[in-house]
């Protein structure tokens, strides 16, 4: 039996159409579709199946089988009654929790889970026939459309938008699945938010602050931004048009502004405040749904010091954010009073910045995915770091690599990665470097012992991508 697991608007809908694309004219004579809604019953389904079953239908979709109030008590009636009578069971649904629930307790080793909330760049680009890996930046992460026109009607195409995704396909996912789950009896310490209605409420919370954190990088106590402070050194440092514009602009205002903006304003109407208890627990459910992931930060310095980094599945939501901060920017006087020329400049480069974390994480992520036993990780020195290695322990090698949102290749970008001294310590922890690459925007050739690699041909030739999509 497979089931398709994902948010809504992640892909579960383009692979059942191409599942049944894929059956000859015989398997398409003796395969049926069923869609449950919000009034049916496990009973009424266990009935049809069993029509069906009578008529010598062999195959059956089931979608949206999670609307079902008792699915998750009641599914081990799709594996021990239909499939074996020989049935193949093809079930799908949005409330992907919901599905988790189930193959825990009823569905344990009796059916292939097919997780669809993440849609690796080599699907997004194959399917929806969008190629650019900035294109999956802004608006990766679901499949709701086909079209040319997708990114000017994507989920993510506004922050209204955006929300709207955050609180129907997530908030409300978690809520009602774990209202359906042992007649509500595991919401655990989430109890109180939910005898207080405002369980939905507390999910959009930490889905917001994971985005913030996420958009910040690092949200100091003071709320300065570290993308505006790592645009600003760049900008002055720029070779051919250097500016200290952002040096000059009301730095604590657009930063008061930008905190403004990514918080949640409804602390007034709050009667439960969040408790670390709290937040744990609805990160842990953000990540059985395959929304956030994490990647470790090592120190060479003390490689017992693991940080991570919170990674967004979905890209699309980390961008709406960070159109947030350029939101903030475009709201400083002196910088409006720039010349129209010199605020797309700073715009654009503010922009590039912030498009290159996002590249950052998405090839981490893709990475980690695609080689699951390796170990795939930043590592960091004094000074400088790597802005990816891949160890494999069992060749005990590692490939270490820079990544660069820019379309030019430059020296200064694999100046670490022939630095004797950093080389020399990564070998001596993770055996000998056995690759050295520049992943950017451009195309691919090799600057002697450094091969520079084009990002999207990296992603796309990545072995596994979009097989394996659980985090």
């Known amino acids: 039996m ?31 579709f069923m869609r449950v809604t919000p009034f049916d019953t496990l009973a009424q389904v266990n009935r049809d199946l069993r029509k069906l079953a009578d008529a010598g239908f062999h195959t059956v979709f089931v979608d949206e089988v999670t609307l079902l109030s008792d699915f998750v008590e009641g599914a081990a009636l799709f594996s021990d009654v ?7 069971l093809v079930l799908s649904g949005t409330d992907s929790l919901g599905f988790i629930f189930a193959e825990s307790e009823q569905l344990y080793d009796r059916c292939t889970l097919l997780r669809t909330t993440f849609i690796p760049y080599r699907e997004f680009e194959g399917v929806l026939g969008v190629e650019g890996v900035d294109e999956y930046l802004r608006y990766g992460g679901t499949m709701s459309l086909g079209e040319s026109n997708y990114n000017e009607q994507s989920t993510f195409a506004s922050k209204g938008s955006t929300d ?28 109180e938010l939910y005898d207080s209605d405002e369980l939905t409420s507390a ?11 996420f958009t910040l990088d690092v949200l100091s106590r ?16 720029d070779r051919e048009e250097p500016t200290d514009i952002l040096d000059r602009i009301d730095i604590e205002a657009v930063t008061r502004r930008l905190r403004d903006l990514l918080e949640i304003r409804d ?7 969040l408790s670390e208890g709290h937040v744990a627990e609805i990160r842990k459910y953000l990540a059985l749904l395959d929304l956030v992931a994490s990647v470790s930060v090592v120190s060479m310095e003390n490689l017992n010091d693991h940080r991570f980094r919170t990674i967004i599945s979905q890209p699309g939501l980390r961008y709406a954010q960070a159109e947030a901060f350029v939101e903030s920017l475009l709201a400083d006087d002196e910088f409006s009073d720039l010349s129209l020329i010199e605020r797309n400049r700073v715009l654009e480069r ?26 795939v990780f930043v590592l960091r020195f004094p000074v400088g770091e790597f802005d990816m290695v891949v160890f494999d322990p069992d060749a005990a090698h590692c490939e270490i690599y820079e990544i660069k949102h820019s379309t030019k290749a430059a020296p200064q970008q694999y100046r670490f990665l022939v630095e004797d001294g950093k080389c020399a310590q990564t070998e001596h922890r993770f055996g000998p470097i056995v690759a050295k690459r520049v992943l ?14 084009n990002v999207e041909e990296y992603l796309r030739n990545l072995p596994g991508a979009g097989e394996d999509r659980v985090l």
């Open 164 to 191: 709207e995704y955050t609180e129907s396909a997530i908030a409300r996912n978690i809520q009602y699945s774990l209202k359906c789950y042992q007649d509500g009896g595991h919401f655990r310490s989430l109890q």
């Open 440 to 453: 950017y925007r451009g195309k691919s050739f090799n600057e002697g012992e450094v091969e520079y690699v």
């Open 82 to 88: 239909f499939t074996t009578r020989g049935m193949r």
């Open 2 to 32: 497979l089931v398709l697991c994902g948010l809504r608007r992640t892909g579960k809908t383009t692979l059942i159409r191409q599942a049944i694309l894929d059956l000859t004219a015989d398997e398409l004579a003796r395969t049926a």
């Open 203 to 213: 999910i959009n919370r930490v889905v917001e602050d994971v985005n913030r954190r």
């Open 350 to 375: 503010i922009h590039s910045e912030i498009m290159g974390r996002m590249m950052e994480d998405l090839v981490l992520l893709e990475t980690a995915l695609a080689f699951p036993r390796k170990q």
């Open 267 to 273: 602390a007034a109407e709050r009667t439960v405040e």
């Open 222 to 237: 003071d709320f300065r931004s570290h993308d505006l402070a790592f645009s600003a050194r760049n900008l002055r440092q």
